[in-house]
């Protein structure tokens, strides 16, 4: 799984994605790409589980270049815990 080596500050703030981003939107490396149509945040498991489609329709011929890193953390509150008392552990 992807996650950062280290972070000055273990939790951030949650914020919003307003609008799409151009930076990385073009074809640098190869042929062919994988591109996202919607705004969202995407998490290591969902890069890495497409990594592995392609690298299994392409039976390992080629290279393959991943341009995004998961670099947000996101915390969660444990169920049935009552509101207030700090920000939730992360949990990816």
């Known amino acids: 799984m992807l996650f950062p080596k280290k972070q000055k500050f273990t939790k951030q703030f949650k914020g919003n ?3 799409k981003t151009f930076r990385g939107s073009k074809l640098v490396f ?3 790409t ?3 149509l919607n705004l969202a945040l ?3 498991k969902q890069i890495e589980s497409g990594r592995r489609a392609i690298v299994r329709k392409m039976k390992r011929l080629g290279f393959l ?3 995004v890193f998961p670099d947000k953390p996101i915390t969660q ?3 049935e815990v009552r ?3 700090g920000k939730g552990a992360v949990k990816f």
């Open 83 to 85: 509101m207030g008392k």
């Open 34 to 36: 994988l591109k996202s």
């Open 42 to 44: 995407l998490t290591s």
């Open 30 to 32: 190869g042929t062919y």
């Open 65 to 67: 270049w991943v341009r």
């Open 17 to 19: 994605l307003k609008s």
């Open 77 to 79: 509150k444990p169920n």
